[in-house]
């Protein structure tokens, strides 16, 4: 587990829920955007924050360890704690029961969530597409679709994880049983290959930078990959936003303007992304996680080929809450999705109120 205490300073936060879309650190780090105690009116009511991610070494996830290495925490006011969990949905379990302050994690959980009798809300989101691939293992070269897998061990980060969402998905889109898939929790990153490759498990769903170093060393054939735009809408049939900063509705209402503080380091870190190289990026990151292998220029290379993933303001595309809704209730027709309210599982006022 990656660990990092940083401290900074915070905005005021706008409860209000929007019901449309439209609504160690570098000692060098660029300055953020201006603001803070004193534009906002007081310092975060939480400044010691606790942050759960499921797989921090994980692209999709860079935002988060990035502000971190930036200082941008810091100049918010806020002291962060980043707990490495094996997956998504163990992150968000840890936050449910209060093990952690917020989430670094997929915006799907809001929607499923709410069907459980809990609010959560998306309040900066960090990825326009989920960068999930899937592989068919290199004992199955004959498998092309999901319909050769069905049969077959496909691993997972965890139980309940967009990767396993991805999975129930593409089985009821190709006429399959969602309940039927035999999914094996492996987690990310070194271990999900190294189950990959050693016949743990048949196919694997995961991310970069694991997608590359499985293609490149010939251990998978890609099925279904949307680390792009065009395969995001081929597999899930549209917009399909991802990770990002998620909280409990109870913890935004009493917390404002520490919540306004964590949309400034999201909107803050990605504009570091769009403004910086993926050379000068890799450099800010800890090669233990994200190049175990020492390898920065290759990691590099595959950030740069990813780098269009991420939003470039931190609001939720408009499309993305209704298409992400609608795969879910294809994948799940046991849960009850009628009352879902998509307004209360996000905002863009914190990333709105940014300047």
């Known amino acids: 587990m990656y660990r990092s205490t940083v ?4 905005l005021v936060f706008v ?29 975060p009511e939480k400044s010691a924050l606790k942050i759960g991610v499921g797989g921090q070494g994980q692209i999709i996830y860079m935002p988060l360890t990035l502000a971190d290495q930036l200082g941008y925490f810091k100049q918010e006011g806020l002291s962060v704690e980043i707990q490495d969990l094996k997956g998504g949905a163990d992150a968000l379990t840890a936050m449910i029961g209060g093990s952690t302050d917020a989430t670094m994690g997929f915006y799907e959980h809001t929607i499923r969530t709410q069907t459980q009798g809990k609010l959560i809300q998306m309040i ?78 048949d196919a694997l769903v995961t991310v970069e930078p694991a997608a590359s170093t499985i293609e490149k060393n010939s251990d998978g054939n890609v099925l279904y990959d949307t680390r792009t735009e065009q395969g995001t809408r081929d597999v899930f049939g549209g917009a399909w936003p991802a990770g990002g900063f998620y909280v409990p509705v109870d913890f935004v ?34 090669g233990q996680l994200f190049y175990p292998d020492g390898d920065q220029a290759a990691f590099a290379q595959v950030l740069g080929a990813n780098q269009k993933m991420f939003s470039q303001d931190g609001k939720m595309p408009s499309d993305g809450p209704t298409n992400v809704l609608e795969t879910l209730k294809a994948a799940d027709t046991q849960t009850d999705w009628s009352k879902v309210d998509l307004s209360k599982t996000f905002t863009n006022s914190f990333v709105e109120a940014v300047k």
């Open 7 to 10: 401290l900074s300073m915070a």
């Open 15 to 43: 409860t209000a829920c929007s019901s449309a879309a439209t609504n160690p650190p570098s000692a060098t780090a660029p300055a953020a955007s201006s603001g803070g105690a004193a534009a906002s009116g007081g310092a």
């Open 124 to 201: 900066a989101t960090c990825d326009l597409y989920p960068g999930l691939v899937m592989f068919a293992g290199k004992s199955h070269p004959e498998a092309k679709t999901i319909k050769d897998l069905a049969n077959l061990k496909i691993g997972i980060t965890s139980a309940g994880s967009s990767t396993e969402e991805m999975v129930k998905f593409l089985f009821k889109k190709n006429g399959l049983d969602p309940a039927a898939a035999q999914t094996v929790a492996v987690g990310s990153g070194g271990p999900a290959i190294t189950a990959l490759k050693n016949g743990v498990v």
């Open 253 to 286: 209402q009493q917390n404002p303007r520490t919540a306004q503080a964590l949309a400034r380091v999201a909107v803050d870190t990605l504009k570091y992304i769009k403004d910086h190289s993926p050379e000068d990026i890799a450099a800010k990151l800890p």
